[in-house]
């Protein structure tokens, strides 16, 4: 997996790219938006494209959920936008599309 983060004003715009599992790959992504999140100074919204991103474990939804409430700490909202259709399917299945701001 890849990412990109660019923080635009009050907005912190994460970008991924290939599969969401865990490992130690994903565990230092992890810290990195968590660090990310409550250190830029500011944010008031987070979005996370995952137009390319292919597959999501459940290691790579617990750093979805663990990156949600880093913004909650500060005080900002976490969305996530285009997701494929099967992780849409799970987010809206477990209600975890309300929770994670699924945009739609």
Do not use: C, Y
Request: proline share 1%; hydrophobic share 45%.
């Amino acid at each position: 997996m890849t990412s990109t983060i660019t923080k635009e004003g009050e907005l912190l715009k994460v970008g991924l790219k290939g599969d969401l599992t865990g490992g130690a790959e994903a565990m230092r992504f992890a810290k990195l938006l968590r660090d990310e999140i409550t250190t830029a100074g500011g944010v008031k919204s987070v979005v996370i494209n995952m137009a390319a991103v292919g597959f999501v474990d459940s290691s790579g939804l617990g750093m979805l959920l663990g990156a949600r409430e880093a913004a909650q700490t500060v005080g900002a909202t976490l969305a996530i936008e285009e997701p494929n259709i099967q992780f849409t399917h799970l987010l809206e299945l477990t209600k975890l599309s309300e929770v994670l701001g699924l945009k739609r």
